[in-house]
């Protein structure tokens, strides 16, 4: 992932140089001068989008390219959007608690995502709203952690 991150942003800035203009940069939906102060390690996803379709999604501002990022931030609130609509306890913890949920457990179709690290962000971000058949927020004294997010997909492939 670095390395691909790394490579788009050269090819970004090489073409940039040859037309004399920055392409319009984007960490997680918003415009930005720069992505220079992201580190790679926050990176979870990139994207670059040529002129011509930067400049039907942006306007003309973009007329030399995108670079959309999305950091690891950006993807947990993301999910955490996305898993949100469907469970309603879900949401009201996350608005009381402002969004952390380092004190929950997620499990998707019966296994436990453990350690809540980059891998375990990009599987929760990478769930689709249409694959999710039901979240569900379930408490238990006995564990360590406020709650357990159980997520049910309509294919057992996550």
């Known amino acids: 992932m670095k390395i691909l991150t790394i490579i788009f942003c050269l090819f ?3 073409k940039a140089l040859a037309q004399g203009a920055d392409p319009l940069y984007i960490v997680d939906g918003k415009v930005v001068p720069s992505i220079s102060d992201i580190k790679a390690a926050d990176i979870m996803e990139t994207a670059v989008l040529p002129d ?5 999604k942006y306007g003309p501002k973009a007329a030399h390219g995108a670079m ?3 950091t690891v931030a950006g993807a ?7 898993l949100g609509n469907f469970n309603k306890r879900y949401k009201n913890y996350l608005e009381k608690h402002h969004g952390d949920d380092t004190k929950l457990a997620y499990v998707i179709n019966n296994t436990i995502l453990t350690a809540k690290g980059k891998k375990t962000v990009g599987q929760l971000y990478d769930l689709e709203p249409g694959n999710i058949a039901k979240v569900d927020y379930r408490t238990d004294r006995r564990f360590s952690t406020d709650a357990t997010i159980v997520i049910t ?6």
């Open 153 to 158: 997909t309509t294919d057992d492939s996550n």
């Open 76 to 82: 947990i609130t993301i999910y955490e959007r996305k």
């Open 68 to 70: 959309i990022v999305t």
């Open 52 to 56: 011509t379709a930067a400049v039907a």
């Open 12 to 14: 970004l800035s090489v």
